[in-house]
Nanobody, 124 residues
Framework: QVQLVESGGGLVQAGGSLRLSCAAS????????MGWFRQAPGKEREFVGA????????GYADSVKGRFTISRDNAKNTVYLQMISLKPEDTAVYSC?????????????????WGKGTQVTASS
């Protein structure tokens, strides 16, 4: 049974930083692209970024480029999302997702497994 469990969310002031973690189990982690998505109240789910199974390729939404960094530790079956210079518009539930394959994707329908999410709130 595949499980993805996010942690590290919280409340920070605008300009602050947070690091999210997503621990995976029940899959061969290095075979999966890992993505981060977010959803704010009343808005559609939005791609944040993704990383290939080897960690050699990453992709980001324009809204977070230069502020967010995705990394992974395949020995620990964990993917991270480092967020700096947080803005109020970054406030959302952040979820990680796993996609069997080699290429990161921005399309949430292409991901096979999802975590339940963690709340990130950046206050102004």
């Amino acid at each position: 049974q595949v499980q993805l469990v996010e942690s590290g969310g919280g409340l920070v002031q605008a300009g602050g930083s947070l690091r999210l973690s997503c621990a995976a189990s029940g899959l061969t982690f290095s075979n999966y692209v890992m993505g981060w998505f977010r959803q704010a109240p009343g808005k559609e789910r939005e791609f944040v970024g993704a990383i290939s199974g080897s960690g050699g390729t990453t992709g980001y939404a324009d809204s977070v480029k230069g502020r967010f960094t995705i990394s992974r530790d395949n020995a620990k079956n964990t993917v991270y999302l480092q967020m700096i210079s947080l803005k109020p518009e970054d406030t959302a539930v952040y979820s990680c997702a796993a996609r069997l394959g080699f290429s990161p994707s921005t399309r949430y329908r292409e991901y096979d497994y999802w975590g339940k999410g963690t709340q990130v709130t950046a206050s102004s």
